[in-house]
């Protein structure tokens, strides 16, 4: 018998990212399609996660663009909404 999803479990979804800009300082500019917007700050992520480490270069960080509901930065590098959206303050 396959398992079926419980009607009671929560479901966590994201609003796809609309905008972004890039403020300086690490940080990012971000706004969802529900109208949630905030400022995410890239530091943390640019410090312990290997893939991120790159974007420690101002320039390539304020190359971020909205792609596919989420920031991008070129073809190989995203972070996922849900990740932005949690972490915009």
């Known amino acids: 018998m396959l398992a079926s999803l419980d ?3 929560p479901v966590f979804r994201y609003a ?3 905008a972004v800009e890039y403020l300086g300082n690490r940080k990012l500019k971000v706004a969802f399609s529900d109208g949630h917007k905030g400022t995410f700050d890239m530091a943390p992520m640019i410090e312990s996660s290997r ?3 790159r974007l420690a270069s101002e320039r390539l960080l304020a190359k971020a663009e909205v792609r596919f509901g989420t920031v991008c930065w070129g073809d190989d590098l995203d972070i996922a909404p849900e990740v932005l959206y949690e972490g915009t303050a």
Request: glycine share 0%; net charge neutral; aromatic share 12%.
């Open 51 to 53: 893939p991120y480490a």
């Open 7 to 9: 009607e009671r479990a």
């Open 16 to 18: 796809p990212v609309v």
